[in-house]
């Protein structure tokens, strides 16, 4: 909207800055509007109604992402500070798109859970900001730990504890890429319990050759949840390789 000069712009039909001025004013106001009436919810709302206000506010805030003026940036910074953590990254991402500068510290947040982590690289990728994501996470064995949370995330059940086993370099289909095999195990809901949790195995990839190059999505990422002993880590390299092959 604001890249086509206005001459153009008219020939082709394409709406300018100068035409959204009223739209931009309505999606502050409504945006607002529905920030308040969120706010009035208690957050242990069981109702739904926080969380449907939460995510039309997304929407609003990537709307806002291509307005600089300051009702627009100042609004933005309001949905940044949310308890919701959906909503403040969409807030966050906008921020940057629009040029603000954000604390780097809220990047932390979200880099530190392994949850969000990818998500949060990809959002800044598209953005051709990942200088803004935290460099400690900025690595490719922790984008493909988090890629392979990613994969495991179910209904806010991730594992435990998740730890690397080996780092592989293969060549498959006249593509090499770096694989990063995994264990992992969850927390035992039997308070009653006496045997350990069982370990699975997982794989996450592939990377680049280059180590200085990463990626957010590995192609090949997955788990059968087949368990640590139940073969050699070749024989699960091979297994999970075979069932993701395109």
């Not at 020939?11 to 409504?30: K, P, V, W």
Request: aromatic residues 10%; glycine residues 6%.
């Amino acid at each position: 909207l604001h890249s086509f000069p206005p001459r153009l712009s008219s020939e082709l039909g394409i709406i300018t800055t100068a035409d959204i001025s009223g739209i931009r004013q309505h999606i502050q106001t409504y945006g607002t509007s529905t920030f308040n009436k969120r706010r009035a919810v208690p957050e242990d709302d069981s109702t739904w109604q926080r969380a449907s206000l939460g995510y039309e506010l997304g929407n609003v805030a990537r709307l806002l992402g291509y307005f600089t003026d300051s009702a627009s940036v100042s609004l933005l910074h309001a949905l940044a500070a949310d308890s919701d953590s959906s909503l403040a990254l969409s807030a966050l991402c906008a921020l940057e798109q629009c040029g603000q500068t954000t604390h780097p510290a809220l990047w932390e947040g979200y880099a530190v859970n392994p949850v969000w982590r990818n998500i949060v690289y990809n959002r800044l990728e598209n953005l051709h900001k990942t200088e803004r994501f935290p460099e400690q996470y900025r690595t490719q064995e922790a984008l493909a730990e988090g890629d392979l949370i990613q994969f495991l995330y179910n209904d806010e059940d991730v594992p435990s504890q998740i730890q690397l086993l080996q780092v592989h370099e293969i060549t498959e289909g006249g593509q090499q890429g770096r694989y990063f095999v995994y264990k992992f195990c969850y927390a035992s809901r039997d308070e009653e319990a006496t045997e350990p949790a069982p370990w699975y195995v997982g794989i996450s990839g592939p990377q680049p050759l280059d180590t200085e190059k990463v990626t957010g999505a590995g192609s090949r990422t997955m788990s059968y949840f087949n368990t640590l002993d139940e073969m050699s880590i070749d024989d699960h390299i091979t297994a999970l390789l075979e069932e993701s092959s395109p």
